[in-house]
């Protein structure tokens, strides 16, 4: 199966009594489907990484929830509720970081106790909760990419733009933000190429990024994660668009592992550093990113490349999936809403957010 620009790539697919996750750890290999019916492997999927991306995590998290409402067989509305919130807390076990996972499962308990009427009615409007957030987030992707679009340096009239991990189509409910932004300029003729890293230890970089961009033809060079330094100092790069799992309320924003880096690289080069990230990404109750949890995942991402060791025993490892970009390093976050500095998130668009 082949995506194209006529057939665009939803992770994330409700298909009338189960949901369809795009397998993101097989890609680019082999693209297959993977169908999910109990809210348990819905956690199992989010916490392998099968699907994976801060808001296509949300996504998936929602639908997880009707699932799990669907086991439960108690007819009672107090009983339900409980088990319910057992079903939330399961699903935000599965990742610390993406603020999206947390957003969406209290969105749909916030749906079930304001829900009048008998269980069943509950769970269809669970169902219809979880189909609005995944095309709220399509829509609101298309819109993250025209804002990048206008805030897009001049000069060349043609730029090349580096990005880090993966926030494409695969990483939303569908578009992406990052590559949102990369899909809008393509569109409008503004880009030349994507420089897209690597993105150790998991590769998203290589094989998702890469992917995305060969789908629809957008020239894309893939770079390790040590050459982007060195791609600016050679003025290859015009320009960088990351994505974020979570942005606290100072604009302090966390991304996979790397995009730190990228952003100090940046900053020397005197390079535009942009983060695109809908509104549910931004944790309005942390006060920066000293508060963010960094999940921390299991060594052998690190010390085997596909079953085979290419380390000596006796190494240690530390294997952190996220760090932080202080809010100082960020030229813009670019929303829904528009493209603001890191400084002026809690002024400007605290106001929207919702559960």
């Not at 932004?181 to 590769?203: F, K, M, Q």
């Not at 966390?254 to 695109?276: D, E, Q, R, W």
């Not at 990230?277 to 991402?301: C, K, M, N, Q, V």
């Amino acid at each position: 199966m082949t995506a194209s620009v006529a057939n665009p790539v939803y992770p994330v697919v409700w298909r009338g009594d189960h949901v369809e996750l795009i397998d993101q750890t097989r890609l680019p290999q082999q693209f297959s489907v993977v169908e999910i019916r109990r809210s348990e492997d819905m956690a199992t999927a989010i916490k392998t990484m099968i699907v994976r991306g801060a808001p296509a995590i949300g996504v998936a998290a929602a639908y997880g929830m009707y699932l799990g409402s669907c086991e439960i067989t108690t007819d009672n509305r107090d009983g339900f509720l409980s088990e319910l919130v057992g079903v939330g807390n399961q699903l935000k076990a599965t990742r610390p970081t993406a603020v999206n996972l947390f957003w969406a499962v209290d969105r749909m308990l916030k749906v079930a106790r304001q829900t009048l009427g008998p269980i069943s009615q509950i769970q269809d409007q669970l169902l219809t909760t979880a189909q609005e957030i995944g095309a709220d987030d399509v829509r609101t992707c298309q819109a993250i990419g025209n804002h990048g679009l206008s805030v897009l340096p001049k000069d060349p009239e043609k730029l090349c733009l580096l990005t880090h991990c993966n926030a494409g189509a695969l990483a939303t409910a569908g578009y992406g933000t990052a590559l949102g932004v990369v899909r809008s300029a393509w569109t409008a003729g503004r880009l030349a190429r994507v420089y897209a890293d690597e993105t150790r230890p998991r590769l998203q970089g290589a094989k998702l990024t890469t992917w995305e961009c060969v789908q629809e033809d957008i020239p894309v060079t893939l770079i390790s994660d040590g050459m982007a330094a060195h791609c600016m100092q050679q003025n290859l790069i015009d320009v960088v668009v990351v994505g974020a799992d979570r942005i606290a309320a100072n604009g302090d924003a966390a991304n996979k592992i790397g995009t730190y880096s990228v952003a100090l690289c940046a900053k020397a080069h005197n390079l535009p550093f942009y983060v695109a990230a809908p509104l549910s990404t931004i944790d309005f109750d942390l006060a920066d990113g000293g508060g963010i949890p960094i999940e921390e995942r299991h060594p052998s991402e690190i010390y085997q490349i596909g079953t085979t060791d290419i380390c000596p025993k006796g190494v240690e490892f530390y294997n952190p999936a996220f760090d932080v970009t202080p809010a100082e390093l960020i030229t813009g976050i670019i929303t829904e809403h528009g493209v603001f500095a890191p400084g002026d998130i809690r002024e400007k668009l605290s106001h929207h957010r919702s559960t």
